[in-house]
């Protein structure tokens, strides 16, 4: 009897798994999964510096959030189980795409609604398959595409002007967009004016990742610590790292946050060579993220006029 009853219920519940009301499939209603417990929508962005940019654009009461934490590096990012339920209860999701996170990008693709899903690179014409066909007098990447796209505020006007139409319209506040895209046009001509002086001084960066950045402001990449994206450097990325600091006139060595490289770090120390920090992801304001940036690398001055 006990039996009977067990196999009555399972099937039931198999059925009701079917059925999606045990567990909410993506095309669930909004009311139950792309509103907070007060009907706030809710838009979930990748990382924190689109955070930054999403936040300033979304009307009154939209609630943005953060899939990967600030501590992680977006590149080897591993989902956790209960991301899936955050994706699939968003009413927008925002990624940078290009391969940043391709296992976010996967995720995406298999169980977010594609109508739901804004990807930065595909508005600004740049592809994730290692071909760049964003055109313009600063766009000078060859080979694999560079994927941090935040970092070029020209990228980030791109994307902000390509965004009616596109972002649902219960979300976007067209005059917020208004404002937003002042102020970053101001502050590319900021930044312009504040690199000046250093333009023409070479670094190394641990990554690809602020070769956007540079290629706008004048600031020459003599090389990185590591090839790829994450993981520790390998003797090969040391040894070319130990011969460059002996021979070009490198004037900083940058570290990131998200990457602990005390190799590197004792490496450029022991060359004389002085050791800062440079964050590519910062911790949800995209301002004072940059700002940040500009303030580090307007330090070259003094390496750089000596």
Known sequence: ????????????????????????????????????????????????????????????????????????????????????????????????????????????????KPDRVITFADLVGIESDHHDHAHGDDDHHHGAVDPHLWLDPTLVLRFLESLPGTMDPSIIDREKLAVMIERVRAFDEETRLALEPVRGARIVTLHHGFDRFCARYGIEISDTVRDVSHGTPSPADMARLAILLKTDPVACVYVEPQFPDTLAIKLAQDSGVRVSTLDPIGSGDWFAMMKTIVDELARLKDEHDG
């Open 1 to 112: 009897m006990a039996r009977s009853v067990r196999s009555i219920f399972t099937g039931v519940f198999a059925i009701l798994i079917v059925l999606g009301l045990v567990f909410p499939s993506p095309g669930c209603s909004k009311s139950s999964t792309d509103t907070t417990d007060d009907g706030s929508p809710i838009v979930l962005v990748d990382i924190a510096p689109m955070h930054g940019i999403v936040s300033e654009i979304v009307r009154d009461g939209v609630e943005v959030r953060v899939l990967v934490p600030t501590s992680v590096s977006p590149h080897g990012f591993a989902l956790r189980p209960s991301d899936t339920k955050t994706i699939r209860g968003a009413r927008q999701i925002v990624q940078v795409g290009a391969g940043l996170s391709p296992e976010i990008e996967r995720a995406l693709r298999a169980i977010a």
